[in-house]
């Protein structure tokens, strides 16, 4: 299994930027592929994720309205869209695997199993 994020760079606040990740070594559904952020001094903390199975999604409410993450079964793509973007949203940014399904949605860390590398983001004027 393999993760790969790409799309980070820096960012005015109240600017928008997309991050992909692409998925290898497994058939998507039945998982749940995340988002994840971890800014400097911080603990990783779960952003959004959603079931490949269904499509549903769940978002932190720190991104709530602003971010919306997308899959593209075809592609093996997982995106996440980020809109108006806050100093505060600056961090490594980590798309990941996890499953079981249910439990995953609560995007706790210890839930996802493998884990791209980290793209930074960095929201400065």
């Known amino acids: 299994v393999q993760l790969q994020a790409s799309g980070g760079g820096s960012v005015q606040p109240g600017g928008s930027r997309r991050l992909s990740c692409v998925a290898s070594g497994f058939s998507l559904g039945d998982y749940a592929v995340a988002w994840f952020r971890q800014a400097p001094g911080k603990e990783r903390e779960g952003v959004s994720c959603i079931n490949t199975s269904d499509g549903s999604t769940y978002y932190a409410g720190s991104v709530k309205g602003r971010f919306t993450i997308s899959i593209d079964n075809a592609k093996r793509m997982v995106y996440l869209q980020m809109n108006s973007l806050k100093p505060e949203d600056t961090a490594v940014y980590y798309c990941?695997?996890?499953?079981?399904?249910?439990?995953?949605?609560?995007?706790?860390?210890?839930?996802?199993?493998?884990w791209g590398q980290g793209t930074q983001v960095t929201v400065s004027s």
């Open positions: 990941a695997l996890g499953f079981p399904i249910g439990s995953a949605l609560y995007m706790r860390t210890y839930e996802y199993h493998y």
